[in-house]
């Protein structure tokens, strides 16, 4: 019996990946089984090569990485953070406005609408940004592009730059392996899974991650005996959000948006310079180390920058929270700010 044509070109999807991952594993290469799926699956794509995988893969890998890294906020880490709260609602507000700055000079070189540069340019989430980007009448394909794109480039980036530094934390927040038990760690995911389908039909963004962060971090909170997440679990985790980023660069993809693509990337690589000398300034007067400060100021997502701080040994709590913090931010200020914007350009025509 024949598998569905999606099937079978999502088990060779992985099996790339897979592939991918074990190459870098190997080589020694930081939060090696991401970066190797995304590198792998997306080479075949540019190959031409029929990439894809089913939208719950990503969704179940955010699961797990979101109860990894919720298992970092213990008691008296949350009080720890509590206290940082000042400082990372400064880091959100001081890159959201950079990435409004980076979206005028994409707009004037690109030739696009502002509309579009604006939500292609902030550092949020995909579909937050592109469902954001259709209400104002924004091109909703180039503002998910790049969105992606700029995922992939901080992953591809970051961990690499930051373990080259030689600098590696010595942070764990997780278990150890053998310390987990999988039927704590099962019942976490299906409570993960659970309140993540509840916030999403709430309309929360980011549901897929906060879902299992919250559960981690209700039993971390909680010290509920045994919870953890093995490294197993983890590689997992790795391998499906390499694998769904991966299959987002295609050579279909790529020509689409020939003269886009490379000011989008250009944006990226200006708000990481400016994450560099953010994280400069704020290592000043934090207790926070530089390293993390970098993951969290940086414009990707929660989950991948999380799993890299894992991977390095930084604090994950520290990294997670300054995100969690960003994008509450941008949900809540994007859209008012874009209006004020368009009202302020209007009264300047007058």
């Not at 044509?5 to 790339?16: C, D, E, K, L």
């Not at 579909?127 to 091109?139: K, P």
């Not at 985790?237 to 390499?242: E, K, M, P, W």
């Not at 020939?258 to 990226?268: K, W």
Request: overall charge positive; aromatic content about 6%.
């Amino acid at each position: 019996m024949r598998m569905p044509a999606g099937a079978s070109r999502a088990a060779a999807t992985f099996a790339i990946g897979i592939a991918g991952g074990a190459l870098f594993h190997l080589a020694g290469v930081p939060l090696a089984w991401m970066l190797g799926a995304l590198v792998a699956v997306a080479s075949a794509g540019l190959a031409w090569y029929p990439t894809g995988v089913p939208p719950q893969s990503r969704q179940f890998g955010q699961i797990i990485a979101g109860t990894a890294l919720g298992l970092a906020f213990t008691p008296a880490f949350v009080a720890q953070v509590v206290h940082s709260l000042g400082l990372m609602a400064a880091a959100a507000l001081l890159s959201i406005g950079a990435g409004i700055g980076v979206s005028v000079v994409v707009a004037r070189i690109a030739g696009i609408d502002r509309t579009t540069a604006y939500f292609a340019s902030l550092p949020g989430g995909v579909a937050e940004m592109a469902v954001l980007a259709d209400r104002f009448g924004g091109d909703t394909a180039l503002v998910a592009l790049s969105q992606s794109f700029r995922i992939v480039v901080v992953v591809l980036t970051v961990p690499v730059a930051i373990s080259w530094l030689g600098r590696p934390g010595a942070f764990d927040a997780a278990l150890h392996p053998g310390d987990g038990s999988l039927p704590v760690l099962c019942a976490m995911l299906t409570a993960g899974c659970a309140l993540a389908y509840a916030l999403g039909r709430l309309g929360v963004t980011n549901n897929w991650l906060l879902g299992g962060l919250l559960i981690g971090a209700g039993a971390a909170f909680c010290e509920v005996p045994r919870a953890g997440v093995p490294a197993p679990a983890l590689v997992l985790s790795q391998l499906l959000i390499g694998c769904a980023l991966g299959t987002r660069i295609t050579r279909k993809s790529v020509s689409m948006a020939r003269r886009f693509l490379p000011v989008a990337i250009g944006g990226t690589l200006t708000l990481l310079v400016w994450t560099l000398f953010l994280s400069i300034a704020l290592s000043q007067v934090s207790p926070i180390g530089f390293e993390a400060l970098v993951l969290g100021t940086a414009p990707g997502g929660a989950a991948e920058t999380g799993l890299t701080a894992r991977a390095l040994h930084l604090n994950i709590g520290d990294v997670t929270a300054f995100h969690l913090v960003r994008i509450l931010f941008i949900v809540l200020l994007s859209a008012p700010l874009y209006q004020l914007a368009v009202r302020r350009g209007r009264d300047r025509r007058r």
